[in-house]
């Protein structure tokens, strides 16, 4: 009678990267599972999932702790995990403001997930190489790396990469006052975003689109647009701060002033509830507030 192999569970299909708290309570109630697993690799990868909700909840030294195990645990026969255990290493040093030892993690990352044909990781790294570096030539070099790889590969997790590096590209663009470029690569990523019908994506991709007009002055095409986000938000019973801000400059700009006085008040209720945004953005947040004043 042959033996009944079991499966290990996926536990990348458990990420909520909205909720890291919740998705780490799930990766925890499978180690004792993994452990029972003959390929130590699953545990390892596992354990540097586990890292991930850590750092993304800004518990640094307990992330580096669960790498610590991780890397104990290496050997020639957990390629995979190697990979995974540098890639979440540069994450948390990311994270960390550690700017030097994630782009040496990432870069390492890259490597080897190029080595072993893992295109969906190497994307990852190059993505997070171009979050990570601070030169704007460097970044783009590496979402471009990045969007050869996604859209060159048959890998369906690979393609999925490309709604999100169209839109890192674009603000690279925009952040070098090159607007129509920037606005090409926003439409891709809104026409990706559309194509897998995520509501909450399409709304960031619809306002970036939006952003870029602003930029471009076409300030009645931009309004129009975050009008309609706004209409659409408020079906839903929720508040957008960054439409209510966007909304309130495009009012300034169309000469509409008791307008943009009432949308920078509502953006500054809900950014004052952001405390992260506060520390973060304290010179727009003093402005958001001024201007929700200014008669």
Known sequence: MSQTIVKPPDFDSLWDFSNPDKTGQAFDELIPLAKEFADSEYFLQLLTQI???????????????????????????????????????????????????ALAMFSRAYELALLGQYENWAIDAAHMMAIA???????????????????????PKANGWLGSLYHNMAWNYQQEEKFEEALGLFKKSLAFRESKDEASVIRVAKWSVARSLRSLSRYEEAFGIQMALKAELDTLGEKDPFVFEELGELSLLLGKVDDAKEFFRLAYNQFAKDEEFKSNEADRFHRIHQLSLKR
Not at 53 to 58: D, P, R, V
Not at 75 to 99: C, D, H, I, Q
Not at 137 to 142: E, R, V
């Open 51 to 101: 890292a991930r909700t850590q750092g993304m909840q800004n518990d640094f030294i307990e992330a580096h702790l669960t790498l610590d195990e991780v890397q104990e645990g290496l050997t020639e026969e957990t390629p995979v995990a190697k990979m995974r255990y540098f890639l979440e290493r540069g994450r948390v040093f990311n994270s960390s403001k550690e700017t030097v030892n």
């Open 133 to 155: 570096e601070v030169d704007r030539g460097k970044k783009l070099d590496w979402n471009l790396k990045a969007l050869n790889l996604a859209e060159k590969s048959l890998e």
